[in-house]
Each structure stands twice: as structure tokens, then as C-alpha cells.
């Protein structure tokens, strides 16, 4: 078998804790640096993220001097995290669950006293201003924008957005406080879910592990989440 063969025997064994990493594998832009039954290592050159999967402490060692150069990765078993921050000198951490949809047909979006729109390059700068994780700056949003960024409104007036992150995972779920707790976060979850769908992309994102309330929104929209923990390292 190739590498890349190889690597989606294994991946494809758990497919929920492995969507990120068969995302990136299914529209061609990760590298297969590393691949067996026992672990598979990948590089994505757009997002610059490395994704690892280990199963012994004997393949994370193989495959730590093939990171050089490392600035951001996802691990997906919790118990190499920490070699991980102390080898590379991380200081930041997120654990998180994964979240997709493992339904086999379109989601249902609820009607809602608005209307979703594909937004465009106009909404950049409004996006970041109201984005309250910001990270990337406008130029993240208009790459966001770009790959397909959903707006909610009400009576004409913009109320939320989302978006798909660069390495694939739907995020930037945003909605203005004044429209809180009236379901337009599930709207646009599974706006975007269906988007990703129509796209042919694995519908997928990740969430902290201690924010119920998302965790909640998941379960009420109908995505699946792993019971394993998966973490970023920046």
C-alpha cells in the first residue's frame, strides 16, 4: 500500500476522532510524512498544521525529528501532550471534543424570523470587528470568506455568522448579543453543516471540552461527539 493507503486504514478506523485529519487527506493538500498501523503523522502546507496520531511512545519519537519547524499541531491521544508543549516549547493549549456530522442525510434548518445569505468580501472588516476569538486578523476573514462564510439576519440587520477555519473545521460561530437565545446559533450550524455538505467537505469542528453550552448546541442539532479528547498546541 502507499502512505497515504496506509494512513487511511487507520484513520478510517475511528472516523469521529479522525474527520480532521481525513479532511485534510480528502481534498488533497496534506502531506503523509509518516503511516502504520501504530500511528500516522501529516503535514498541511495551507494551514501550516501538523496532525498527529500515536499509539506508543516508541512512534511519537519517530516521529518528533520529522517536525521540524513545528508552530501549531493537534494531537489526537491526550497522553503525549505534554512531551509535545515541553519538546516544542508550547505554551498554549486547547482540548477539545470533536464534533460532526455522522448523519446520512441533509440536515433540517429550522425556520427562524430571518433570513441566511452567503456573505462577501464587504463583510470582512464587520466580521473581525464582531468576532470575539479573534485570532488572524481581516485577512483571516477574507480567506474564511472566501472558502464560504454564512450570515444571519433579522429584519435586514446582521446577527451572526460562521465560518469554516483554514484546515477545515466549521468555527467562528458568532452571534451578536442582542440575538442570543433565539436559536439562530443552530440556524447557522446547521446552515453551514449543509453547506459543507453541498460542497462535498466533512462537515466537522471542534469544541472546548468544558463549554457546555456549545457542547449542548452539538447534542441539540444532532452532531456526533467523541468521547476522546483531542488538544491544539500553538
Known amino acids: ?32 510524512r509518516r503511516a502504520g498501523p501504530d500511528g500516522v503523522l501529516l503535514y498541511d502546507p495551507p494551514s501550516e498544521v501538523w496532525f498527529l496520531d500515536a499509539e506508543t511512545p516508541a512512534v511519537l519519537e519517530e516521529m518528533l525529528p520529522l517536525m521540524e519547524g513545528c508552530t501549531i499541531l493537534t494531537g489526537h491521544q491526550m497522553w503525549y501532550k505534554d512531551r509535545l508543549a515541553a519538546h516544542f516549547g508550547f505554551q498554549t493549549e486547547q482540548i477539545c471534543h470533536q ?24 463583510w470582512a472588516e464587520w466580521a473581525e470587528e464582531h468576532y470575539s476569538h479573534s485570532f488572524g486578523g481581516v485577512d483571516y476573514m477574507r480567506d474564511a470568506i472566501d472558502r464560504g462564510m454564512l450570515g444571519a439576519f433579522v429584519a435586514g440587520k446582521p446577527a451572526g455568522f460562521i465560518a469554516t477555519h483554514i484546515e477545515g473545521s466549521m468555527g467562528m460561530l458568532e452571534v451578536l448579543p442582542q440575538y442570543r437565545r433565539k436559536g439562530i446559533g443552530e440556524v447557522l450550524l446547521l446552515s453551514m453543516t449543509a453547506f459543507c455538505l453541498e460542497q462535498g467537505v466533512y462537515p466537522y469542528g471542534q469544541v472546548w471540552w468544558d463549554n457546555e453550552p456549545s457542547l449542548a ?9 467523541s468521547e476522546e479528547l483531542i488538544f491544539w498546541l500553538f
Not at 448546541?217 to 461527539?225: D, I, P
Open 217 to 225: 448546541l452539538q447534542r441539540k442539532v444532532g452532531m456526533t461527539l
Open 99 to 122: 464534533a460532526a456530522w455522522m448523519n446520512n442525510q441533509m440536515p433540517t434548518v429550522p425556520a427562524f424570523d430571518g433570513e441566511i445569505r452567503r456573505l462577501d468580501q464587504s
Open 1 to 32: 500500500m502507499t502512505l497515504e493507503e496506509t494512513a487511511l486504514a487507520r484513520l478510517t478506523g475511528n472516523r469521529l476522532l479522525y474527520i480532521d485529519m481525513l479532511e485534510v487527506l480528502r481534498r488533497g493538500t496534506a502531506e503523509v
